[in-house]
């Protein structure tokens, strides 16, 4: 999780919401990380563990990551999970829960969802105090002080 945190660092630095992520093989040694990259890149896909499995996939010549473990500091969103789902990962490890868009367990758990063919063992809370930490000091360097903006309606 140490090494996520510092991928998560890579992406404050570059202005994007500081998630990090990495997949580990079956034997524990890492293929692949990740951090997220949609502000630098402008794609609404390039979340950490995305890019983390992607690169994990290019590596192993193999779309099917049975037996590996993605490690995120943020709890996956649906897409996320949905991706981790697909990818066959056997284990998700997480930081930090996401009651506002969690889909491991918090708001929704698409990872253990029953109808699904793949379930992956779910891991939370590993230095989760740390990785909330560095999500929030993120989020209140960049809110403005002042009373909140007018509810819209659309």
């Given at each position: 999780m140490r090494r996520a945190l510092d991928e998560a660092a890579r992406a404050a630095a570059s202005g994007d919401v500081?998630?990090?992520a990495l997949v580990l093989s079956p034997a524990g040694a890492?293929?692949?990380?990740?951090?997220n990259e949609r502000e630098a890149t402008g794609d609404p896909t390039a979340h950490a563990e995305v890019l983390a499995l992607r690169a994990a996939a290019a590596r192993l010549g193999e779309w099917r990551l049975t037996g590996?473990?993605?490690?995120v500091t943020l709890e996956p969103c649906t897409m996320c999970a949905g991706a981790l789902v697909q990818a066959r990962v056997d284990r998700v490890v997480y930081g930090a829960r996401?009651?506002?868009?969690g889909a491991a367990g918090s708001l929704w758990d698409v990872v253990r969802d029953r109808r699904l063919n793949h379930r992956p063992e779910v891991v939370e809370g590993v230095l989760a105090e740390e990785c909330g930490a560095q999500?929030?000091?993120f989020f209140t360097g960049r809110r403005a002080p002042g009373p909140p903006p007018p509810d819209t309606d659309f």
């Open positions: 500081p998630v990090g890492v293929l692949a990380t990740g951090h590996c473990t993605l490690v996401d009651e506002k868009a999500l929030k000091a």
